[in-house]
């Protein structure tokens, strides 16, 4: 059971490139989550999705495009990075709110992409 | 691994020690609060919950008190092992923000034997 699965662990661009995060789970969850860390700024949350086939905006989607390809996976896509990207993304996925207790808006994170825009 | 925070703020303790961790929130409505573990390399990993109905919820040498007057949270370490180094963050869940919870920036934890 692997888990949450990110790939690449690292990458470097230049300014302009595009590359996408890619991101699966075999826990069954319904949402997914992708989130940047920065030093001194916590987890921002760049755009989830609730459920296969709907996306929406976190709070700072402006860069980003996602997509919810299939329940497993959802990916990240920088069109045009930017060194303000410079930053370590992480995907999550959780069990949908409600239901109990324990269970509910618990995000499974992946290990991390660290990614470099020169 | 990735560098999590160079600013953070740091808690020094010794092996055996207890160690209490704090977070202030921010809203008043949130419903619902995490503790995370964050070692370096890895993705953060989940501690305990606690929903704000609660005051105190106790788990494995881990303890989650909340403050709902002083909007104030803290995690409790008993015993705390050298295992028990890493980055804490606090997240809280807002009423209608459907699962997107808000992280604080954290604190890191470092045990000396």
């Known amino acids: 059971n692997a888990g949450v699965t990110q790939t690449p662990k690292f990458q470097v661009l230049k300014t302009g490139q595009s590359m996408t995060l890619q991101c699966a789970q075999d826990?069954?969850?319904?949402?997914m989550y992708w989130y940047r860390q920065d030093p001194g700024m916590g987890l921002r949350l760049i755009y989830y999705?609730?459920?296969?086939?709907?996306?929406d905006k976190g709070e700072v989607p402006n860069g980003y495009n996602v997509s919810r390809l299939n329940k497993r996976e959802f990916s990240l896509r920088l069109e045009s990075a930017a060194p303000s990207q410079t930053s370590v993304y992480f995907c999550?996925?959780?069990?949908?709110?409600?239901?109990?207790?324990?269970?509910?808006?618990?995000?499974?994170f992946g290990a991390g992409s660290r990614l470099t825009v020169l | 691994g990735e560098s999590v925070g160079l600013h953070l703020p740091t808690l020094s303790v010794q092996e055996g020690d207890n160690s209490i961790i704090n977070c202030a929130y921010s809203?008043?409505?949130?419903?619902?609060f995490i503790w995370y573990k964050q070692e370096s390399g890895k993705g953060p990993q989940f501690i305990i919950d606690?929903?704000?109905?609660?005051d105190k919820r106790q788990g494995q040498r881990v303890t989650v008190l909340l403050n709902k007057t002083v909007k104030h949270l803290s995690l409790q370490i008993a015993a705390t092992q050298p295992g028990d180094s890493a980055v804490y963050f606090c997240?809280?869940?807002?009423?209608?923000?459907?699962?997107?919870?808000?992280f604080g920036t954290g604190t890191r934890l470092q045990v000396t034997l």
């Open positions: 999550a996925s959780s069990v949908p709110p409600g239901g109990g207790f324990s269970g509910a808006n618990v995000l499974t």
């Open positions: 826990m069954n969850h319904n949402s």
């Open positions: 999705s609730a459920s296969e086939g709907t996306t």
């Open positions: 809203n008043s409505a949130s419903d619902y």
């Open positions: 606690i929903r704000s109905n609660m």
């Open positions: 997240a809280e869940n807002r009423p209608g923000t459907a699962s997107k919870l808000t």
